[in-house]
């Protein structure tokens, strides 16, 4: 998706939203400090926009910059006007900081009773503070509602021994859930290239 992605953004470089999607592809394909640049420069084309704040935590957690990723989901939390901020809390957890994301994650559930919340970011918190079994419980809730992240699983830094203990519960070896994972990874970028105007197949390594 990343060669799809610098074709449009040659057509609208100035395009926000395009400029932090090329940030999570690049992050997605492992090249973090890229992502970091590209993320960065998305900032300063518009320092109000939230996207890339909320991307760049998910850059600076792969990195294990837990206080880098709590400041950067704060400020996506102020700019976007209160969106939930799941890199922030899962961060909070990494970080040692176990209380304060325990009451983030509360408040996050009660919340979920009056308005939608994605599994997968409840997943994301319970993983943070590995409470492996609540977080496969709602990442199994995220697959029935078929949740847009959901495929980038298998390059996902944060649930990489999650995946490993739920293939040891089910006795499958991990070569076949990556298959499965990668298979599902096609498919969004497939998604992905409906969304960018991209007729065709995509090309990972872009």
Known sequence: ALAES???????????????????????AGRTDEALLQLQKTSELEPKFWMPH???????????????AIAESRKEYELSGGNVYPFGIYALARSGQRDEAQAALKGLLQSSATKYVPPYNI????????????????????YEERFASLPYLAVDPAFAALIRTACEYARMPAADAERRAAGMAQELDRHLAVELGVEGGVDRDG
């Open 6 to 28: 610098k074709r449009s953004l040659e057509l609208k470089p100035l395009h926000l939203a395009q400029n932090a999607i090329e940030g999570l592809l690049l992050l997605n």
């Open 54 to 68: 909320m991307f760049t935590a998910s850059a600076y957690i792969e990195k294990g910059m837990y206080a880098e």
């Open 123 to 142: 997943a994301l918190i319970y993983n943070g503070l590995e409470m492996r079994d609540d977080a496969l419980l709602w990442l199994e809730k995220a």
